[in-house]
């Protein structure tokens, strides 16, 4: 590791000196990769405050990626995006799929599930659209129907937003805004590479703007497929990497079986997007967008009692029209189609349905003072009925629905020339849990001066109720065991306070800090139902647990343009992570009268306050771009993550099989820190078309990044970019 950091270093090294050498001898000519350090801070931003403004004066933890920063970058899938933003944990499972989270809060409780550490909390849109999973919660990444040549910037807030965009928005909200305009007849775009690991890359635009340029319309496509670094799986029960696996029961369960028809497979995907947009005058603007995708992929989401890795299958339509007249928006959006959460299970499939409605009005008193009411409405329809069978083996076996209505009010108030106050509230009512909550947010900003300015805000968020935790109604074993779900679950929250700084230090310097502490409580557990195993039946329900996850930690963010061609960032998040009253659990024998036990999981009635093992302590990147000679541009990025632990419900089955003399296998594993050095070079052959070799993961070093996922080595790629 030692050896792979120190040639890094040199790397580097050489790199700086050649930008300093070089500096001097700089011609008046651009590119597309130069950017002064003004403009970088002055990137527009709309999701911190649902109004455009600079990111500089954004009063929240905000970033932007632009379309040339993922261009440059190298990055060759969506999810990849996030390893160039501060404060967010990517950590890939298998080739081209992530595990993505905003500042921690992951596999709440330790212990648990798989499906446990995926993020629930982070609310992802397309052009202020949700893409959120109601079945379990969190995003289908792979199921997105755009690609990156689709994409003009993605935005990131970090930190608790529903007050400004509804529930699941708790730790932060991610918005990814589609090109549009061209300013012209006709605009090609086109990427396509390939590498090892059969990784191929496809995606092509084409647009036109007319009736000077009031018109926009724009049709897009892509398809992308990756094979797995490996050919064999963890096995719980055998702890270790296998051909063959083994349930908990210690039953042989061949990989090629219909629970994994697609052992090679890492992910394939193909979407199809379409927009038009009118613009009558300054006042009047009208768009429509819609789409299909076709996905599946291999990650870790789906408990399959035998293997982390799951195959995913999903394939959807979306719609997506927005309107503004004067001061009034107006937003109608959803998707519908068929997903399979466990490829190969007769359990898990679903068709749904999903729509959202959302009506704003920016109202201005004063210069002072603006007010931006709104409404909204949410519906979210799952149903396995198709997929049940005569032994009603679904998880639902039935159609069920999870709705919300919300009013909310945001106010903008300019106390002074430099101090802005900003505070939000919304009132959400649903029909599962029956209930309302209340969710604020209030932010202020001092602008000392052109190039400092400070920020407070203390936020309250929720996270909304999930399909499965609330309707399950599921047996197995001829009815021996039963899972249920539970209406009345309270939804789980987070309070957070975060102090912020921004300053441009010099011309070509500027820093941004974030300092937070956050209390997520009302979390929620699959959890033994003791009372039931005293009548002889093991059943499982959706419970609130006692345990509350508090984190405090700091981010801190760097921007150096050394010189319009050359620009260094650095950025790095320290998180001190704990969990108050965790639950200790252990495996118990269910039926000691059989011959084989039967093992389950029961608490203990017992609490400890423990470090959270699955969020690494320190997380951070540092890239380098340059443009050494003109139409040649070299980015250099860096993405770390330090060490942490992952612990699967197995580790209590493995503890309990130990002590009564069975193979005991493992459910726990320390994940080592890691380092994944990427490099991009490209060469602009002509004005429309450049060249490109691509290097993910540099140093192929292939140390497991999420427990217990596939070991990813180096991803090499060549392609061709085309702008016409």
Sequence with gaps: MMIKVLTLFIILLFQSVYIIELTAQETSETDLFEMSLEELMNTPVTLASKKAESSFDSPLSTT???????????????????????????????NGNYDIHIRGNDNIPPGNMSFTSENSMTLVMINNRKVYNYANGGTFWES?????????????VRGPSTALYGPNAVSGVINIVTQKGVDKAVAVKGNVEYGNNNTGIYDFAIASSQLDNKLDIRISGNYEKRERFNN????????????????????????????????????????????????????????????????????????TMVTPLAGRHAESKYYNFAAKVYELELQISGDNGFLNIYEGSPSAKYDYNIIDVNAEYNLELNEKLTLRPGLSYSSAVYSDLPYAGALGEAYLNDEKELSSYAYYLRGDYKATEKLRLIAALRMDTYNVPDKSNLTYQFIGTYKINENNIARVSYSKANRGAFIIDSYTN?????????????????????????????IKATDNLSFDFELFHSATQDLTSFMLDSEALNTGVVAFNYENIGTKSIQNGGTVNVNWVISPKYQVRAWGTYVDAQLKDHLIKNAIDANPYTPQPELVIKTTG??????????????GGIS??????????????????????????????????????????????????????????????????????????????????????DKIGGLYLAGINIDL
């Design 144 to 156: 997105l129907p755009i690609s990156l040549v689709d994409i003009e910037r993605i935005e990131v």
């Design 474 to 502: 599921f047996s197995m074993d001829g009815g021996a065991v039963k899972f249920y779900g539970n209406k009345d679950l309270d939804l789980a929250t987070m309070d957070m306070v975060e102090l912020g700084y921004r």
């Design 64 to 94: 932007v990626i632009t379309k040339e920063d993922i261009e440059k970058s190298g990055i060759t899938t969506v999810e990849e995006v996030f390893r160039l933003v501060p404060g967010m944990i990517v950590r890939q499972e298998s």
């Design 606 to 619: 017992l609490v400890e306050d423990i470090k959270n093992p699955q969020t690494p302590s320190f997380y």
């Design 232 to 303: 064999d799986y963890y096995s719980y029960a055998l702890g270790r990497y296998s051909d063959y696996l083994y349930n908990y029961a210690g039953d042989i369960e061949g990989v090629t079986t219909s629970f994994y028809p697609n052992v090679e497979i890492a992910k394939e995907r193909q979407g199809l997007n379409g927009m038009v947009a009118y613009s009558i005058n300054d006042d009047v603007e009208l768009s429509i967008e819609g789409g299909a995708q076709k996905s599946y992929s291999q990650n870790v989401f789906m408990e």
């Design 624 to 709: 380098l771009n340059t443009s050494p000679i003109n139409k040649l541009n070299i980015f250099t990025d860096v993405y770390y993550l330090d060490k942490y632990t992952y612990v699967h419900e197995y580790d209590y089955y493995a503890a309990a099989k130990e002590s009564l003399g069975m193979p005991a296998g493992s459910g726990r594993v320390d994940v080592k820190a890691k380092a994944t050095v990427d490099i991009k070079a490209s060469y602009q052959v002509c004005k429309k078309v450049k060249v490109f070799v691509n290097a993910r993961n540099l140093f192929n070093n292939d140390q497991t990044e999420f427990g217990f996922a």
